[in-house]
């Protein structure tokens, strides 16, 4: 890898990495700011400012962006997550100064007519519905909601009709002109590009976006637990459980996430092997973590038969709470493989290459080298994975949202409760 980074005098900061046998580019404008900066009033701004921005500029119209990107061959898009914003294109190595104006174009002089607003905003009022629509969509919002209680982290990215009906174009550029700062965002760049090509691009195009950094948001409280289950017509139960985890910095990350994949992390973890493969209770069971810049989540989800709820998440618990001390060398071997061949499958691509290479300079302030993320896979051991997992069990009640029909969804949500409470005597002994 080729990766080359520079800060601008805006604080803006632009990282490449030049993969010379492509003859195309990934690059993109990620920016620190997302759900969780929104205040109660602002509940689904950064989102709708992320589908605004192709809606027109002050020298293109909305058909206009995408003709411009699509009649060289390349596509364009973004995404809006808790803590950032990505607004990103895919061309050929020569278009990439043309990709890079669109993309400051959209961001540094979006014309939000009031006409478009309107219209996307019923745009996004569909897409609302069509998440309520999608019970694994609905549940993870309940579960949101209780892990993150009056929280803007347990709010829905999407906001809701109410909300996006009081935004107008003077909300949404100063929203922009708040939260888009030089110091918190990145360019990133990968494929056939040229480091000082991209940054002499950059700092023309981007010199608007400077100042002091963004306001912080506020600080991320992990609830105290608890259920929540909500009664609907469907054909499955859909069971959702989390924990609180760790932040992007601990030192430990690496040996939850390993902890994560021995028991949800493929067809070959624990709970996959036991109720699928042994009971046939569900299609589909997995773990994740989330860290984030000052908390973590620890989810699981499964989907199983009204009436066998509750022995779903009885083995759940004793899955989960059995790993605990009884992890192999075996497990955590193969949990470090899947890890690495990941990590190292996803640098064949060179979309995955910018996105990572972002993320990193949002979180680490630098990219962090292969060899070094190698390095603190292999450092995990089956005693810190335990460590890591028994704290994970003592560091919070669970909270468990359950989507379904039956008397079973309050049996196997009360079933939850055994998870910390049968490790608690003997969490750090």
Same mark, same amino acid.
């Given at each position: 890898m080729s990766v080359e980074i520079t800060k601008l005098p805006t604080g803006l900061t632009v990282v490449t990495d030049q993969m010379p046998h492509l003859e195309t580019a990934a690059l993109g404008v990620w920016a620190g700011v997302g759900g969780r900066d929104e205040k109660p009033d602002e509940h689904g701004i950064s989102h709708l400012l992320e589908h605004m921005a192709f809606?027109?500029?002050?020298?293109?119209?909305?058909?206009?962006?995408?003709?411009?990107?699509?009649?060289?061959?390349?596509?364009?898009n973004a995404?809006?997550?808790?803590?950032?914003?990505?607004?990103?294109?895919?061309?050929?190595?020569?278009?990439?100064?043309l990709a890079l104006d669109v993309?400051?174009?959209?961001?540094?002089?979006p014309s939000f007519e009031p006409e478009e607003l309107e219209r996307e905003k019923s745009v996004i009022v569909q897409e609302i519905g069509a998440s309520q629509d999608t019970p694994d969509d609905v549940v993870f919002d309940y579960l949101n909601e209780l892990c993150y209680p009056e929280q803007p982290m347990g709010r829905s990215l999407l906001g809701t009709p109410q909300t996006l009906k009081g935004f107008t174009r003077d909300t949404l550029r100063g929203y922009l002109s708040t939260h888009y700062r030089g110091p918190d965002m990145v360019v990133a760049a990968a494929g056939a590009v040229n480091h000082q090509q991209v940054v002499e691009e950059v700092s023309q195009r981007f010199a608007s976006f400077n100042g002091?950094?963004?306001?912080?948001?506020?600080? %991320? *409280?992990? +609830?105290?637990?608890?259920?929540?289950?909500?009664?609907?017509? =469907?054909?499955?139960?859909?069971? @959702?459980? %989390? *924990?609180? +985890?760790?932040?992007?910095?601990?030192?430990?990350?690496?040996? =939850?996430?390993?902890?994560?994949? @021995?028991?949800?992390?493929?067809?070959?973890?624990r709970l996959f092997q036991e109720v699928r493969e042994k009971r046939g209770l569900c299609y589909s069971i997995y773990t994740f973590h989330a860290p984030y810049s000052d908390t973590g989540f620890f989810?699981?989800?499964?989907?199983t038969d009204p009436a066998d709820a509750p022995e779903m998440m009885e083995v759940i618990v004793d899955v989960i709470g059995e790993a605990v001390d009884t992890l192999t060398e075996a497990e955590i071997a193969r949990a470090k493989a899947q890890m690495k061949a990941g990590l190292l499958m996803a640098l064949e691509s060179c979309s995955s290459r910018v996105e990572?290479?972002?993320?990193?300079?949002?979180?680490?302030?630098?990219?962090?080298?292969v060899p070094e993320l190698i390095a603190r896979i292999d450092a995990v051991s089956v005693?810190?994975?335990?460590?890591?997992?028994?704290?994970?069990?003592?560091?919070s009640r669970p909270a468990v949202?359950?989507?379904?029909?039956?008397?079973?969804?309050?049996?196997?949500?009360?079933?939850?409760?055994?998870?910390?409470?049968?490790?608690?005597?003997t969490s750090y002994h």
């Amino acid at each position: 890898m080729s990766v080359e980074i520079t800060k601008l005098p805006t604080g803006l900061t632009v990282v490449t990495d030049q993969m010379p046998h492509l003859e195309t580019a990934a690059l993109g404008v990620w920016a620190g700011v997302g759900g969780r900066d929104e205040k109660p009033d602002e509940h689904g701004i950064s989102h709708l400012l992320e589908h605004m921005a192709f809606k027109g500029t002050a020298t293109r119209s909305s058909r206009e962006i995408v003709e411009t990107i699509e009649a060289v061959g390349g596509d364009l898009n973004a995404a809006t997550s808790t803590e950032t914003t990505a607004y990103y294109a895919r061309v050929l190595k020569a278009d990439v100064p043309l990709a890079l104006d669109v993309l400051s174009d959209i961001l540094a002089h979006p014309s939000f007519e009031p006409e478009e607003l309107e219209r996307e905003k019923s745009v996004i009022v569909q897409e609302i519905g069509a998440s309520q629509d999608t019970p694994d969509d609905v549940v993870f919002d309940y579960l949101n909601e209780l892990c993150y209680p009056e929280q803007p982290m347990g709010r829905s990215l999407l906001g809701t009709p109410q909300t996006l009906k009081g935004f107008t174009r003077d909300t949404l550029r100063g929203y922009l002109s708040t939260h888009y700062r030089g110091p918190d965002m990145v360019v990133a760049a990968a494929g056939a590009v040229n480091h000082q090509q991209v940054v002499e691009e950059v700092s023309q195009r981007f010199a608007s976006f400077n100042g002091a950094p963004a306001p912080k948001p506020q600080p %991320a *409280l992990f +609830g105290a637990g608890g259920v929540k289950v909500v009664h609907r017509d =469907l054909e499955q139960a859909h069971l @959702t459980l %989390a *924990l609180e +985890g760790l932040p992007q910095l601990d030192p430990s990350l690496f040996s =939850l996430q390993v902890f994560t994949n @021995t028991i949800g992390g493929g067809m070959s973890s624990r709970l996959f092997q036991e109720v699928r493969e042994k009971r046939g209770l569900c299609y589909s069971i997995y773990t994740f973590h989330a860290p984030y810049s000052d908390t973590g989540f620890f989810g699981l989800y499964t989907g199983t038969d009204p009436a066998d709820a509750p022995e779903m998440m009885e083995v759940i618990v004793d899955v989960i709470g059995e790993a605990v001390d009884t992890l192999t060398e075996a497990e955590i071997a193969r949990a470090k493989a899947q890890m690495k061949a990941g990590l190292l499958m996803a640098l064949e691509s060179c979309s995955s290459r910018v996105e990572q290479l972002a993320r990193h300079v949002l979180v680490y302030g630098r990219p962090i080298p292969v060899p070094e993320l190698i390095a603190r896979i292999d450092a995990v051991s089956v005693e810190s994975a335990s460590k890591a997992a028994r704290a994970l069990l003592a560091r919070s009640r669970p909270a468990v949202a359950a989507l379904g029909s039956g008397q079973g969804l309050d049996t196997a949500a009360a079933f939850a409760e055994g998870l910390t409470r049968a490790k608690s005597q003997t969490s750090y002994h």
